[in-house]
């Protein structure tokens, strides 16, 4: 009796590891895939420790060591730090303008007219789904210095004698570029506002009422710090992410003209990379730019345990 | 008393104005591209703002009929199609597979691939690895690297845990193995996730062109997004050229601008976006919110 129980469990356990390695064969061609095509590319900086030129291997190339982080910051220290100051500024003045997000949700919450709220909210989300190539494209023919519409208008209103250069103007490249942001963004952004307000408790709002608090007091008193935390949350990301502007954006605005201020990071390690073909340098600029972000990331997020006990990521 | 209603309806015409206003710029430029792109070009270069004048769709015939575009829409519209499939199955197969307690070293392979949400080698480290994977000038560069998406599976996973374990045991009961069970019960209850997964991964394969600028110039594997970004960044002679060469079997009368091609290539890019967002908007902010919780 008790023999036949303990064949009958050991067969079950052979059942059961059956079924594991199983579903780990099932599993491997996944992990395989995240292995090669996210583990893979790590290793891959390696070639910013050799005189790595396309077409020669990397076995046959000199391992020299630090010397493009050397050229990266003390031969090319004046580009790097042109190139950061644009990532930078461009990051925080995306910051800057980052309340407007919580604004248009307050307001957009106020709004009664159930019709007109969903109306607001799919069409203020559209451009937030058209490619970069599609925004530019949008932009070009509204805002070009011959034929754009914006131009076309000014100038038939006689408010302009001379067609103004919006997208090659250095002057407000910076202003123009993060204008561009909000209006792919602003209604996207607002949304995780919107659930957050979402998610205040309605009592509060009833005891507010009772209390005959006014609708700004209300919004100031219960809707704003019912939405800090997120705001707060969005804020750290935003700050560990200053490096990452993105490639696609500034390739596409990216002209003569205003290439001394669009010139981020991410263009940067793009036009040493694959422009000049100069990979080791590239490599390394891109390693710079990973540790850098990460780092920040974790020391925000441990910052953010110590002070509110709970991680932001 | 009085002045807190004055207040209140100036708040609210305030409201309703800003809100018109900034929904206006968000749909109008579409709207303007798209009646300029049908309007007849002489009368466009005069100034058409609400509605089409001299009605033609001569560019779009022509544009429809080039094989540049044609392939280059067939090439987008594959790779979002062929990709979405295959990285909404294989993320809802992998995350279902990591919620078993069976499978050995799950919430460590559940680690390995959320960490993937912070690495970036870089785009050189990446552009060699793409290359050395034999994937320069391959249609499955678009779909392949995508096959696991690391946020995918975090909320693919997060919903299959709150599926009620009953469900399957009843299942397991009458004898129905994985496979069954995968595809009778978890992707049918999971649909609200798979669908929301589907709408954000084609509109982003829809909208990818980086991978093709990087990594591929074969003509034949060209997308509509790069397409367009090349003809828009032509200078404007050649961009000249490029229309005469396009419109070469058209009677001289009827003259075609570049602008007229740049918005027609335009209104084909955004097409497809603007006819299924409205239907799709839901997913999206479900999305969001489910992103959101998770952060």
Request: net charge positive; hydrophobic share 50%; with cysteine.
């Given at each position: ?60 190339s000199e391992f020299v060591g630090l010397k493009y982080l050397r050229i ?242 | ?146 096959v696991i998406v690391g946020f995918f599976v975090i909320l693919m996973k ?138």
């Amino acid at each position: 009796m008790e023999a036949k129980a303990a064949t009958g469990w050991s067969r079950g356990r052979k059942k059961k590891r059956k079924y594991s390695i199983k579903l780990l064969l099932m599993a491997l061609p996944f992990i395989v895939a995240v292995f090669l095509f996210y583990y893979v590319p790590l290793f891959g900086w390696i070639y910013g420790f050799y005189d790595y030129k396309p077409g020669i291997p990397l076995a046959q190339s000199e391992f020299v060591g630090l010397k493009y982080l050397r050229i990266a910051f003390m031969e090319q220290g004046m580009d790097l730090v042109r190139v950061l100051k644009n990532s930078l500024v461009l990051s925080f003045l995306g910051i800057l303008v980052s309340p407007a997000y919580v604004l248009f949700a307050i307001l957009l919450n106020e709004m009664r007219g159930k019709w007109f709220r969903k109306w607001v909210q799919v069409t203020t989300t559209l451009p937030n789904f058209i490619s970069w190539v599609l925004v530019y494209s949008v932009f070009y023919v509204f805002f070009a210095v011959s034929d754009g519409v914006v131009n076309n208008v000014l100038l038939k209103l006689e408010w302009l004698h001379n067609p103004f250069n919006f997208l090659g103007n250095s002057d407000i490249a910076w202003a123009f570029q993060t204008l561009v942001g909000l209006w792919k963004g602003l209604g996207w952004g607002a949304i995780i506002y919107l659930a957050a307000i979402a998610g205040i408790d309605q009592e509060l709002y009833d005891a507010a009422k009772v209390d005959g608090s006014g609708r700004f007091r209300t919004i100031w008193h219960i809707t704003v710090p019912g939405i800090m935390p997120t705001f707060i949350v969005l804020l750290l990301l935003n700050v560990s992410n200053m490096l990452n502007n993105g490639f696609e954006q500034f390739y596409v605005f990216y002209n003569a003209l205003v290439a001394d201020k669009l010139e981020v990071i991410d263009y940067y390690v793009y036009k040493i990379g694959l422009e000049t073909n100069d990979f080791s340098y590239s490599t390394v600029l891109g390693m710079f730019k990973t540790v850098v972000s990460v780092t920040v990331l974790f020391s925000v997020n441990w910052i953010a345990k110590k002070v509110r006990g709970e991680s932001i990521i | 008393m009085r002045r807190e209603r004055i207040l209140d309806i100036s708040f609210h015409v305030f409201n309703y104005t800003f809100f018109a206003i900034f929904a206006l710029c968000c749909v109008y430029p579409f709207y303007y591209i798209l009646i300029n792109s049908v309007s007849d070009p002489i009368m466009v270069t005069k100034g058409i703002y609400l509605w089409p004048k001299g009605f033609n769709v001569t560019v779009y015939q022509e544009m429809l009929g080039q094989r540049s575009i044609s392939v280059a829409f067939g090439v987008s519209l594959s790779r979002a199609v062929l990709g979405t499939i295959l990285t909404v199955f294989s993320c809802a197969l992998f995350s279902y597979i990591i919620t078993k307690k069976e499978m050995p070293f799950r919430k460590t392979v559940y680690r390995f691939v959320v960490v993937t949400l912070y690495l970036n080698a870089g785009l050189i480290p990446w552009y060699l690895t793409m290359k050395m994977l034999g994937l320069k000038n391959s249609f499955l560069l678009y779909i392949l690297p995508s096959v696991i998406v690391g946020f995918f599976v975090i909320l693919m996973k997060t919903f299959i845990e709150q599926i009620p374990v009953a469900l399957e045991e009843a299942a397991v009961v009458e004898g129905a193995g994985f496979f069954t069970i995968f595809a009778k019960i978890i992707f049918p209850v999971s649909l609200p996730i798979i669908a929301t997964i589907t709408v954000f991964n084609a509109v982003n394969q829809w909208n990818s062109w980086m991978d093709n600028l990087f990594l591929v110039n074969d003509p034949n594997l060209q997308t509509l997004q790069l397409t367009l970004l090349n003809f828009l960044k032509q200078s404007e002679a050649l961009a000249q050229e490029t229309t005469r060469r396009m419109m070469g079997n058209q009677s001289a009368g009827h003259q075609i601008s570049p602008q007229n091609v740049k918005m027609a290539i335009t209104m084909i890019v955004t097409a497809p976006i603007l006819l299924i967002y409205p239907f799709m908007q839901k997913y999206f902010v479900k999305g969001i919110m489910l992103g959101a919780v998770k952060g």
